[in-house]
């Protein structure tokens, strides 16, 4: 079983910055993909970017410039640095852990709020 523990939500001004991090444990399976989902109020949760195992990253278009997934496997965390934030990014982020031993594993969510 996969455990996910996020931090580094918060309240930021238009324009600033933040750093979210989440680190799995429990039964990690080498080939896997680590990511960054995202759900604003009376919204559906929507993709914010995927990190595989190898490196390869995706990303919403809506975020492409101004945020970058990272990972460190040796520690099995992935960050995602958020820059330039605005308050339509203001949501609850949840972190992502797939392989295709466990399916899909969510983390318990962090909030993030952008003040305008």
């Known amino acids: 079983q996969v455990h996910l523990v996020e931090s580094g939500g918060g309240l930021v001004q238009a324009g600033g910055s933040l750093r979210l991090s989440c680190a799995a444990s429990g039964g990690i399976f080498g080939i896997n993909v680590m990511g960054w989902y995202r759900q604003a109020p009376g919204q559906q949760r929507e993709l914010v970017a995927t990190i595989q195992s190898v490196g390869s990253t995706n990303a919403a278009d809506s975020v492409k410039g101004r945020f970058t997934i990272s990972r460190d496997n040796d520690k099995n965390t992935v960050y995602l640095q958020m820059g330039s934030l605005k308050p339509e990014d203001t949501a609850v982020y949840y972190c992502?852990?797939?392989?295709?031993?466990?399916?899909?594993?969510w983390g318990q969510g962090t909030q993030v709020t952008v003040s305008s």
């Open positions: 992502n852990y797939r392989d295709r031993y466990v399916g899909n594993v």
